[in-house]
């Protein structure tokens, strides 16, 4: 049974910083895909970023490329997000996900199965 739990989230002022993490038992890295989707109150869950196999390849969404940075730690079968530069627009509950690696990496929430509880991230002044 895959299970994942988030943490790191927090109330941050716009320009600031997190470190969001995610602990996946259940599945390893190896030939999965795990991202991050995020959900804003009244909107759709988003992708966000996503990374391949054991530190392979990143995918990011265009919101955050150049400010968000996602990376694994495979002896601990952990996974980052960096949050740099943060705004109020990227207010929202942050999701860890996983599932198997295909050779296209989903942006769809739908192609995930296996989704943590979430972790609330709220940028504000």
């Known amino acids: 049974q895959v299970s994942l739990v988030e943490s790191g989230g927090g109330l941050v002022q716009p320009g600031g910083s997190l470190r969001l993490s995610c602990e996946v038992s259940g599945r390893t890295f190896s030939n999965s895909a795990v991202a991050w989707f995020r959900q804003a109150p009244g909107k759709e869950r988003e992708f966000v970023a996503a990374?391949?196999?054991?530190?392979?390849?990143?995918r990011y969404a265009d919101s955050v490329k150049g400010r968000f940075t996602i990376s694994g730690h495979n002896d601990k079968n952990t996974v980052y997000l960096q949050m740099n530069s943060l705004q109020p627009e990227d207010t929202a509950v942050y999701y860890c996900?996983?599932?198997?690696?295909?050779?296209?990496?989903?942006?769809?929430?739908?192609?995930?199965?296996?989704w943590g509880q979430g972790t609330q991230v709220t940028v504000s002044s």
């Open positions: 996900t996983i599932r198997a690696y295909y050779g296209v990496t989903s942006v769809s929430p739908q192609s995930y199965p296996n």
């Open positions: 990374l391949i196999g054991n530190g392979g390849s990143t």
